[in-house]
Structures are given as structure tokens and as C-alpha cells.
């Protein structure tokens, strides 16, 4: 909802709990005067008058004290009195580079319009959105702040357009998605980071005079760093405390900063990266940024997560699949790695049935010649030898096992030694005259140019028609160096990074449309590309290449701090541990994968007989709380802090149910078990946990009885249901 206050100076953008506040000053400059707590008022123009004049810094237009650089403005540009970091740098035909951005106009109007070529947020009810229009006279150039409210989600979108009216070309330097300047700097930054094996760990550090920034500058979001950043409450913990945060709907180079000013002010900003960016504009046409998620959180992460799950899940995935329960999967990849063939497959598909896993994923290297990393990555026709016939074949063989079909591809990489790059050698991205780097033993593909797009439509689509596949594992293994284009101009270069990106989500959207029954998960060597752009079209992520138990727990307690339960890819893997040879209990191995969506990589023909008996009990038991854990609401009920217990909880979208899980990671000798606390039930209401009936209240301030930890990473899992008393 957006409420137009001091005579239509003030928009007030209000979603449940939440208000943003802008507010446009005399000399048309528009600034952000709120954002947190819903508000009631009838006018908030005082904020701005109220704000505390700082000596040295300059006036502006020639009005005494009136300082730009210390008012909180929503898209502040270079050229001003503000010397802060700016939000918008062009640079127009006579090599200047100031931008004067004054208003000019607003729009309010319910829904809100899809960004051409980028995944937006749409869907919801009850979305009303608010355009101001801003311009810089002189060189005719427009920028539109666009916000959606989405009133019952608790969420704001943001995003912006920059139109050319003048007859000139114009080069956008950089321009972000969203600039907050918040009168205060009082706060922690929260941040999920991390690498290849270790991706989002949550992070938090206090903010102090400075920048703080976060990128990506590898053409993906990234392992290193995702696209969120918060600003936390010192105090805010997982149930308590102020965050503010942004998440950016985009799967490329960003770049986020936290910027704390000379009189304690700290600036906000989220975007495409201006690094090795630039954007020619030419004459009537416009650049739209992608939109990022504005969420703010009063009763700190576990709140914030919750927002931000509902959100993503009935709003952001646009798969058919985005809200149906995930068929638990076997992946052959730890099982077998390339070495495998028909009978390999057969035999570990009909265990896979037998202890009643529903999909089976075929993993890299059943096309072309691939048996290791070094070819054919482009060329997507199976490999009849490897695969003992047609992939239909095995496709029906397996599917008369009582299992569904899926397939490994990475289509946006291309081997040197490959039908497709001897046809081809222009396709890739390269500098002309340079020789490009190798990774994994393969090239990226020029993803800027529509005739690599088409083709890998076309091969997928035709891959999709003939086969009954049910579910693909859409993967990228490495990130993009020798930034360089033969397709795209010389003028045009530094587009390339952000026209790969637009150039795969045409892919994706096209192929998306044209399957819909095809369930798409989204994998970077893992979690390198773990983001809101990609789960729009892909509602599962492959978490981690790290199957670790252990390991996983950071690293999934990250990733739910943002995205979905159901979109995390959980696996329980063989022991010792193929990425650190660790060993844990098949229980424990089995409680951290369900807390996501439940899969096995792992080859299940070795298991023991009691293993076997295990996993099938794991299945059955998964099967019973997943509609539990994929939609209902997680609650993390222990703190970042404590690195050596972990636990979390799932209530039923009904709140009826709840799925508890704990794990210890090392025990500690001579130690007494405490008691776990749980969270979000009813105290006056009756629960059966085992045996025993208690009442919400007492869970919640008595809690579980924990057992004595004996081993290492040993773990518990409750089911707590209502009753009727
Ligand atoms: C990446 C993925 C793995 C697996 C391999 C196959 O590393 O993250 O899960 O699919 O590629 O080459």
C-alpha cells in the first residue's frame, strides 16, 4: 500500500509490519526519511528538517545549509555536493560525468510489471506499486525508482530505469538497484559468505567508519559472497533485534556496501557490479536494473528467514513445482563419478526402489565421450557404449523400476576438444588474440549472443521432447575469465558480463515455459550460484559439492537464513566423506539432509544390510514430515555463536506438526545434557512428543531432554504433534 502524505511530497510505502518512507525535498531531490517498524503518521516532512547541520561539508544549489551529503537519499549521483560513495555515475557524449537528479513525477498503481528479460517478482496478492520519476534537465536523461509493496508478504521490491531522451549515446558507469542512507551507524553487518565447499557461512561484524563491500566479479553471484546484505541491531539475535537487509533477484556480478560517513551515517547500496561494467545507452531506449528484495525483520533472523522463505516460495519460484512436495532423489555423481555403465546404473537404481526413493538422477558423463573432465562438454548426444544402448532405453528401464528420470547438463560450457567448439571457436567468451584460460578443462560460452542462445534452446528443447525426463541438474563449473566478445561491439565489451546473464535467463525462460512439468534444479559447483535469480526459474539449488554432515551445518543454517528449505539440494553421501573423509553416523547423515530436500549420493550397493535397512527407514520417515519441512516455517533454535550444537525446527504450515532436530558436533567429556528449547507452538495447547504429552508452554520454557553425547557428531530427531485434550 502506498500512502501519498505532505501533500503528496511523502510516499508512504507500507507492507504488514513495515513502512519505507521517501520523501522529496523542496529543490526535488528525493530522499529515504524511514524505513522499519510500520509507522502511523499523517506527516513525516520534519524528519529531514530536524537533521543536525555538520560544518565543512558544502551547501548545495546555494542554499545555506543545505547539505546533500547528510540527508539519506534514495539515489544519490556523481557530480554533487554529496562525496559519498554514489548510487548512479553516467557519462554523457561531452565526457562529463555530473548528474543533477531532480523529480519530476510519480506514479501509484496496483500490481506491478515484469522487467524486461530479468526475473521479477510478480505473483502475490495484493501488490501495489510506486514509479518516481526523476530527471536530469541538461542532459535528458530520466530515472525511475520503481517500489512494490507486498502488503500480506512483508516485502518490498526495488528497482530502476534510466531512459536516454537526449540524441546522444550515454554510458551508465554504474547504477544500483537500491540505495538506502540510513542517520545512524550503530550496526552489525550480516553477510553470507564463503568458497567452493564452504559456501554461505553466516557472518557478522560490526560496521565502523568506512566502506564495507561485498562482490562478485566472477560472472556468477558466486561461492565467495552471495547477493544479501543485512544491517543488524547490535543486540539482534535469531529472535530478537532490528535487520535490515537487501537480497538482489540475480545471478551476476553485484556489488553491496555498507558505507558509515564522517558524522556516522551509513549508506546502503545493492547492485550490478561497476566493475568492468559499462553500459552505452543509446538515443529513447532504457536500462532496468534488476530488483532487489527489501526485508526487514523487529524480532531478528528467525523472523527475517521466515519472511523471506513465504516470500520466495509463494511469490518468487515460478515453477509449476515451486510449492509441491520434492521427490527424494539418487544421484550417481559420489556414487560412481564418470566411471559407470548400464548395469552400474540398473543396479544402483533398483536399490535406490527398493528402498523407496523416487527419482533417479544420472549424473555427468553420459554424453558424447565424456569419462572424465577433459571433453565434450557441448556436445549433449548420449554415449550409446557408456549407456549400453539409447537413453531412452535406460530411461525406461529405470523408469519400470518405479522410478522418474533426470539428467546432469551444463550447457553453458563448451570442451576444446568437442563437435561443438571445432564448429564453433568464435562461440566462447576470449580476447581475439589472446589464448583463454582453461578451467575444469573447458570454456565458457558466449552466452551475449543470441545464436549461442538458440542453439542451446534448441538442444535442450530437443533433448526435453525426445526423452522422458522429469527432473535436470543444470550445473556451471567455473567462472568466467578472458572477459571479451566477438558478438557484441567494441563499445559494447563491458556489457558482456550482464548480457551473459540476460542471455541465460532467455535461455532459461524459454525452456522453463516449454517444460513446465520439468523439475529444474540450479548448481555452480555447488552453491556458486545460489540466488533469487536462478530460483525464479529453478526451484532447487544444489546446495554444496561439501556432503559432509557436519560441514553442512554451517553451511546450510546459512543458506536458510535466505532461501527456502525446499529450494536446498541435502544429500546423505558415503563414509569416509569424500570431501573430508569424515565419519558419521548414517542417523546423523540423515537428520542434516532432511533438513532441506532429502536425496542420496551415495553407492547404495555397498551399503550393509543394516545400512540398507537404515536408509530405508530415513525414507519413509522423510516421506512422512517432508510437506513439514518443505513448507512449513523453519525456526533455528540455536545461535550463530554456538558452532557446536545445532538445531532447528519446522512447524506444519497448519501448526500442527513439528519436525526437531539436533546435532551435537563434538562431545565434551563429563559433561550433563541440557534441555532444548523449543519455539513457535501454543502454549495452551496439548503436544505427543514420544510418549510423553506436553504443553506448549512447557516445551517452549522446559524444553526437550537432550541425550548424553558418546560419539562425536551425534544427533536427535523429535516429532511433536498437537492433540485434541
Ligand atoms: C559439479 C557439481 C557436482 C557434479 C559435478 C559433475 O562439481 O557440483 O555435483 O555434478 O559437477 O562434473
Known amino acids: 500500500m502506498v500512502e501519498l502524505l505532505d501533500n503528496q511530497r511523502t510516499f508512504h510505502i507500507q507492507v504488514k509490519h513495515t513502512s519505507l518512507v521517501l520523501h522529496v525535498l523542496p529543490t526535488g531531490h528525493v530522499t529515504v526519511i524511514y524505513w522499519g517498524k510500520r509507522l502511523e503518521s499523517k506527516s513525516l516532512a520534519y524528519v529531514i528538517q530536524d537533521i543536525g547541520r555538520a560544518s565543512y561539508i558544502s551547501d548545495t544549489d546555494g542554499i545555506k545549509d543545505f547539505k546533500l551529503e547528510q540527508l539519506p537519499q534514495a539515489m544519490p549521483t556523481h557530480g554533487n555536493s554529496d562525496l559519498r560513495t554514489p548510487a548512479l555515475v553516467l557519462e554523457y557524449a561531452d565526457g562529463s560525468r555530473i548528474t543533477n537528479l531532480r523529480y519530476k513525477d510519480f506514479k501509484v498503481y496496483s500490481g506491478k510489471e515484469r522487467l524486461p528479460g530479468m526475473p521479477t517478482i510478480t505473483s502475490g496478492e495484493e501488490v501495489e506499486t510506486v514509479e518516481i520519476l526523476l530527471e536530469d534537465y541538461l542532459q535528458q536523461v530520466t530515472v525511475k525508482l520503481i517500489f512494490s509493496a507486498f502488503y500480506e508478504y512483508n516485502a518490498i521490491t526495488q528497482s530502476v530505469v534510466v531512459t536516454n531522451l537526449s540524441k546522444s549515446n550515454v554510458t551508465i558507469e554504474k547504477v544500483v538497484s537500491s540505495n538506502i542512507d540510513f542517520l545512524d551507524a550503530a550496526y552489525d553487518v550480516c553477510y553470507l559468505s564463503g568458497a567452493w565447499g564452504r559456501e554461505t557461512h553466516r557472518q557478522v561484524r560490526p560496521l565502523s567508519q568506512g566502506a564495507f563491500l561485498l562482490d562478485s566479479k566472477r560472472g556468477a553471484s558466486g561461492h565467495g559472497q552471495n547477493p544479501f546484505l543485512a544491517l543488524a541491531d547490535k543486540q539482534a539475535n535469531e529472535n530478537s533485534g532490528s535487520i535490515y537487509s537487501m537480497n538482489m533477484v540475480y545471478s551476476g556480478n553485484f556489488q553491496a556496501i555498507a558505507e558509515v560517513d564522517m558524522h556516522q551515517n551509513t549508506r546502503m547500496q545493492m547492485g550490478i557490479n561497476p566493475f568492468d561494467f559499462a553500459w552505452q545507452l543509446v538515443p529513447q531506449e532504457s536500462f532496468y536494473t534488476p530488483e532487489t528484495v527489501l526485508i526487514y525483520s523487529d524480532q531478528g533472523y528467525n523472523q527475517l528467514s521466515a519472511?523471506?522463505?513465504?516470500?520466495?516460495?509463494?511469490?518468487?519460484?515460478?515453477?509449476?513445482?515451486?510449492?509441491?512436495?520434492?521427490?527424494?532423489?539418487?544421484?550417481?555423481?559420489?556414487?560412481?563419478?564418470?566411471?559407470?555403465?548400464?548395469?552400474?546404473?540398473?543396479?544402483?537404481?533398483?536399490?535406490?526402489?527398493?528402498?523407496?526413493?523416487?527419482?533417479?538422477?544420472?549424473?555427468?558423463?553420459?554424453?558424447?565421450?565424456?569419462?572424465?573432465?577433459?571433453?565434450?562438454?557441448?556436445?549433449?548426444?548420449?554415449?550409446?557404449?557408456?549407456?549400453?544402448?539409447?537413453?531412452?532405453?535406460?530411461?525406461?528401464?529405470?523408469?519400470?523400476?518405479?522410478?522418474?528420470?533426470?539428467?546432469?547438463?551444463?550447457?553453458?560450457?563448451?570442451?576444446?576438444?568437442?563437435?561443438?567448439?571445432?564448429?564453433?571457436?568464435?562461440?566462447?567468451?576470449?580476447?581475439?588474440?589472446?589464448?583463454?584460460?582453461?578451467?575444469?578443462?573447458?570454456?565458457?560460452?558466449?552466452?551475449?549472443?543470441?545464436?549461442?542462445?538458440?542453439?542451446?534452446?534448441?538442444?535442450?528443447?530437443?533433448?526435453?521432447?525426445?526423452?522422458?525426463?522429469?527432473?535436470?541438474?543444470?550445473?556451471?563449473?567455473?567462472?568466467?575469465?578472458?572477459?571479451?566478445?566477438?558478438?557484441?561491439?567494441?563499445?559494447?565489451?563491458?556489457?558482456?558480463?550482464?548480457?551473459?546473464?540476460?542471455?541465460?535467463?532467455?535461455?532459461?525462460?524459454?525452456?522453463?515455459?516449454?517444460?513446465?512439468?520439468?523439475?529444474?534444479?540450479?548448481?555452480?559447483?555447488?552453491?556458486?550460484?545460489?540466488?533469487?535469480?536462478?530460483?525464479?526459474?529453478?526451484?532447487?539449488?544444489?546446495?554444496?559439492?561439501?556432503?559432509?554432515?557436519?560441514?553442512?551445518?554451517p553451511i546450510q543454517s546459512g543458506t536458510s537464513l535466505i532461501y527456502p528449505p525446499i529450494s536446498m539440494g541435502c544429500h546423505v553421501s558415503a563414509v569416509p566423506n569424500h570431501q573430508v573423509g569424515r565419519i558419521t553416523s548414517m542417523d546423523t547423515r540423515g537428520i542434516v539432509a532432511m533438513q532441506g530436500n532429502l536425496g542420496y549420493e551415495l553407492d547404495l550397493t555397498q551399503l550393509s544390510t543394516e545400512e540398507k535397512l537404515l536408509v530405508k527407514e530415513q525414507v519413509v520417515q522423510y516421506k512422512e514430515i517432508r510437506e513439514i519441512v518443505q513448507l512449513g516455517q523453519l525456526i533455528r533454535l540455536t545461535e550463530i555463536e554456538n558452532q557446536n550444537q545445532y538445531a532447528w525446527l519446522y512447524r506444519s504450515k497448519d501448526a500442527t506438526a513439528f519436525v526437531v532436530s539436533f546435532v551435537q558436533v563434538l562431545a565434551r567429556a563429563n559433561t550433563v545434557p541440557k534441555r532444548l528449547k523449543l519455539a513457535g507452538l501454543d502454549a495452551k495447547a496439548y503436544y505427543q512428543v514420544g510418549e510423553r504429552i506436553c504443553t506448549g508452554s512447557e516445551l517452549m520454557s522446559i524444553g526437550l531432554k537432550l541425550d548424553k553425547p558418546i560419539e562425536d557428531y551425534a544427533g536427535q530427531r523429535w516429532l511433536v504433534k498437537k492433540i485434541e485434550k
Not at 533417479?360 to 550409446?384: A, C, E, I, M, Y
Not at 576438444?417 to 584460460?437: F, K
Open 307 to 553: 519472511i523471506y522463505h513465504r516470500f520466495y516460495r509463494e511469490c518468487l519460484m515460478k515453477s509449476s513445482h515451486a510449492e509441491k512436495v520434492r521427490p527424494v532423489l539418487i544421484n550417481n555423481w559420489e556414487a560412481t563419478y564418470f566411471d559407470f555403465d548400464k548395469r552400474k546404473l540398473l543396479s544402483l537404481a533398483k536399490e535406490a526402489a527398493d528402498c523407496g526413493i523416487e527419482l533417479f538422477v544420472l549424473d555427468d558423463g553420459w554424453f558424447g565421450k565424456r569419462s572424465d573432465t577433459t571433453t565434450s562438454l557441448g556436445d549433449w548426444q548420449p554415449n550409446h557404449q557408456k549407456l549400453g544402448g539409447s537413453l531412452s532405453g535406460l530411461i525406461e528401464e529405470i523408469g519400470q523400476l518405479g522410478l522418474q528420470f533426470g539428467l546432469w547438463v551444463e550447457p553453458e560450457m563448451v570442451s576444446p576438444d568437442s563437435e561443438l567448439y571445432r564448429a564453433h571457436p568464435d562461440w566462447i567468451i576470449q580476447v581475439a588474440g589472446r589464448d583463454p584460460q582453461l578451467a575444469r578443462h573447458q570454456y565458457v560460452l558466449d552466452l551475449a549472443n543470441p545464436a549461442v542462445q538458440n542453439y542451446l534452446i534448441t538442444e535442450l528443447s530437443t533433448l526435453l521432447e525426445k526423452e522422458n525426463i522429469a527432473y535436470i541438474k543444470w550445473d556451471m563449473n567455473r567462472n568466467i575469465t578472458d572477459s571479451g566478445s566477438s558478438y557484441l561491439a567494441v563499445a559494447q565489451q563491458k556489457e558482456l558480463s550482464h548480457r551473459y546473464i540476460l542471455g541465460l535467463y532467455h535461455v532459461l525462460e524459454i525452456l522453463t515455459e516449454q517444460f513446465p512439468e520439468v523439475l529444474f534444479e540450479s548448481c555452480a559447483g555447488g552453491g556458486g550460484r545460489y540466488d533469487p535469480g536462478m530460483l525464479y526459474y529453478m526451484p532447487q539449488t544444489w546446495t554444496s559439492d561439501d556432503t559432509d554432515a557436519i560441514e553442512r551445518l
